[in-house]
């Protein structure tokens, strides 16, 4: 490792495999709709990344409200998946993820599905346009009748899965993991062994509330998924778990608030962070965090921000 | 309108250079319990002063930690574009509103604004009643004193539902705008007895009907201005995440399907609400 001197430039490029990012920050898929939405906020061409809104093959609706509710430290969502569909993503949404990509963000498209085959034909579809740079399999969402987390909490399904997929591309297959597994290492074997590329981590918690006083749960589907920084800390451990588990990239999320999390996801085996819930707090978050790495970088002189990726010194 | 110099003069020096234009940091101006439990804060800031309009909201953070986590949206109550000062007025329900009203003039401030979509009163309206239930009152005063200075001989009736006297506020101001101010209280204290949908009968006569309150209020109003050849619009609330409408958490159904509160709304045409659900 060389030691930069203090104000010169940190290296913030990094690589996950084929997947190659001009620097660790990305937004996680359902806090940050198809960009645009924070476009009157910051350029999001500064992003490393962006996971897009979910897309299934239909357009959906979405789940029935309320869909959100705040709980310590964190929020529960339900929003049960509510896309245009692929059709109008190409209509509406895709010039501006063109724009985004010709600036070097990498485009991930988040695909959910309820068979093999949906997910096969997303993939094919997204194979016609140029500005999708990886894809990004939900098996992992806790807020859908059919389709959501059974891919994901099943071995034999998640690898029939991967292993169908796979050959539909030459892209990045990002594999993002359901914390809600005995053995979250496992899942991340058995996606590689299938063919991914990339595993990214985690997705929310399956969680409720109540109402005590109405007896009633808060949310109309009765559960939801927990995101925020009340799950930061498992998060932190099963990114941990999975370095130790498989040789691929990892792109860390869950609860990232601040550049101090994100260090911290990187230093337990990320490769790159993704900030989700705090885009709703404080939607400069990635900005942010993007500038508190590279200080962070100078500080402890480190010339490329990769060089934290595992550098966790154990006891 | 007149400008409030005097009230609004603390943190006057330059304001702080904006975010983006959307994100502004400003500093707390005005922080006065009106009633029990009842807040108006004047915040210093001179865009949202400038380009916000009636029925759009402020999503404010409320500390810098992490509990309570997200975001709270907050009606404006009216601008003072000579000074620069946006304010609200909050009902003190919860943990959020207890810190909020917790802040003092001088304090800085984290906001969002202007956000959502603003009361539409086509130019054909002549007499226009506004019933606000509680804190519903807030979108509607901003209304009435913008449409007073705005559109000179329109004939505005204000009704304000509340609980009892003591929750009823802000009537001297409402009298100097609107032709006819009217209290329902629930327990008879102030004004006529009963709840506001009691007396929409009275409401008719009006070119437009503007509302804003709980939401079984508003489906009783739905109901008996069904058929009524006027249009009926209102500002609706939800939990809210973003405020921006990434994260599609703050949906109500309508006849075309799910739309967001924070950006379809909050204003609403009352007619094309479902609210069934939820309760």
């Not at chain 1, 991930?108 to 096969?120: D, I, K, P, W, Y």
């Not at chain 1, 941990?240 to 260090?263: F, L």
């Not at chain 2, 054909?124 to 979108?139: D, E, F, H, K, S």
């Not at chain 2, 006529?192 to 070119?207: F, I, V």
Request: include cysteine; glycine fraction near 10%; charge should be neutral.
């Amino acid at each position: 490792m060389s030691a930069p001197a203090t104000g010169t430039n940190v290296d913030m490029q990094v690589t996950l495999g084929p997947l190659k990012l001009k620097n660790p920050v990305m937004t996680a898929s359902g806090t940050f709709g198809y960009g645009t939405e924070y476009r009157e906020l910051y350029d999001p061409a500064i992003l490393g990344g962006v996971f897009l809104k979910a897309l299934t093959m239909a357009p959906r609706p979405g789940n029935k409200p309320w869909r959100i509710y705040e709980t310590p430290s964190g929020m529960l969502n339900s929003i049960g998946l509510q896309n245009v569909g692929i059709e109008e993503f190409f209509e509406k949404k895709e010039p501006f993820c063109r724009e985004l990509a010709g600036k070097g963000t990498a485009m991930c498209a988040n695909l959910a599905a309820q068979t093999v085959e949906e997910f096969q034909q997303l993939v094919e579809r997204l194979e016609t346009t140029d500005c999708i740079a990886a894809y990004e399999l939900n098996v992992s969402c806790p807020n859908v009748k059919k389709g959501g987390c059974q891919f994901g909490t099943d071995p034999t399904l998640l690898r029939e899965l991967v292993a169908a997929v796979r050959p539909g591309t030459k892209r990045p297959l990002i594999v993002k993991l359901a914390p809600q597994v005995t053995d979250v290492a496992e899942m991340a074997r058995i996606s590689v062994d299938a063919g991914a590329d990339i595993i990214s981590l985690i997705n929310t918690f399956p969680a409720m509330a109540i109402d005590a006083e109405k007896r009633r749960p808060i949310l109309a589907t009765v559960t939801g998924g927990l995101s925020g920084p009340a799950i930061k800390p498992i998060a932190l451990r099963m990114v941990y778990a999975v370095r130790q588990a498989v040789d691929v990239p990892i792109i860390g999320m869950g609860g990232i608030m601040n550049w101090k999390d994100a260090a911290e996801f990187l230093l337990a085996g990320a490769s790159a962070v993704a900030v989700g819930t705090a885009n709703f707090v404080h939607p400069t978050t990635p900005v942010e965090v993007l500038e508190g790495l590279q200080d962070y970088c100078r500080r402890h002189r480190y010339a490329r921000v990769s060089d934290l990726t595992g550098a966790l010194e154990l006891p | 309108m007149t400008d409030r110099a005097t009230t609004h003069a603390i943190g006057m020096e330059a304001a702080t250079p904006p975010l983006s234009n959307r994100h502004f940091r400003g500093q707390v101006v005005e922080a006065e319990e009106i009633a029990p439990r009842i807040w108006v804060h004047g915040y210093r800031l001179p865009e949202v002063a400038r380009r916000a309009q009636p029925g759009q909201f402020v999503h404010l953070r409320l500390n810098d930690g992490t509990a309570p986590l997200l975001r709270r949206p907050f009606s404006v109550l009216d601008v003072y574009p000579g000074d620069g000062v946006a304010r609200i007025l909050f009902k003190v329900v919860g943990t959020g509103t207890q810190i909020l009203a917790g802040k003092r003039p001088g304090d800085d401030i984290d906001v969002l604004a202007p956000l959502g979509s603003a009361f539409q009163v086509p130019e054909n309206v002549r007499r226009l009643t506004l019933a606000g239930g509680g804190i519903g009152m807030v979108p509607l005063y901003f209304l009435a004193k913008e449409l007073t200075a705005a559109r000179p001989g329109i004939e505005l009736d204000y009704w304000f539902g509340a609980r009892s006297a003591e929750e009823v506020y802000l009537l001297e101001d409402l009298r100097q705008w609107c032709k006819r101010v009217e209290a329902v209280t629930e327990d008879g204290s102030a004004g006529r007895k009963g709840r506001l949908p009691d007396y929409a009968q009275e409401w008719r006569g009006a070119d437009m009907i503007a509302t804003c309150g709980p939401i079984p209020m508003l489906r009783a109003i739905q109901a008996t201005t069904a058929d009524w050849p006027v249009p009926v619009h209102a500002a609706l609330e939800s939990f809210m995440g973003c405020g921006l409408g990434a994260c599609l958490g703050c949906v109500l159904d309508t006849v075309d399907g799910f739309e967001r509160v924070c950006t379809e709304g909050p204003v609403f045409d009352l007619r094309r609400l479902n609210l069934e659900v939820p309760a």
